[in-house]
């Protein structure tokens, strides 16, 4: 089984932050190497532990930013 990796190459925002210290964040991050997507998901307070999240391409991001735009 391959090694899984992980590279947040650029830090957004804090969301939130719970009692244990996990923050929800909104970055860019690469995974196994490929291109930066947005990803927003619970982070441990080191940042070498992740919970489930979601992540966007640049063109899903922009329909979401649209979106909220139009609000």
């Known amino acids: 089984m391959s090694e899984f990796k992980?590279?947040?190459e650029e830090k957004l925002l804090?969301?939130?932050e719970?009692?244990?210290g996990w923050t929800k964040?909104?970055?860019r991050v690469?995974?196994?190497g490929a291109e930066a997507k947005w990803d927003i998901r619970m982070w441990s307070p080191?940042?070498?532990k992740m919970g489930k999240g979601i992540t966007l391409t640049q063109?899903?991001?922009l329909v979401i930013l649209d979106a909220?735009?139009?609000r």
């Open 18 to 20: 719970n009692e244990k």
């Open 30 to 32: 690469s995974f196994n």
């Open 59 to 61: 063109e899903e991001f």
């Open 46 to 48: 080191d940042h070498t």
């Open 25 to 27: 964040e909104l970055n």
């Open 68 to 70: 909220f735009r139009r």
């Open 14 to 16: 804090v969301l939130s």
């Open 6 to 8: 992980f590279e947040i």
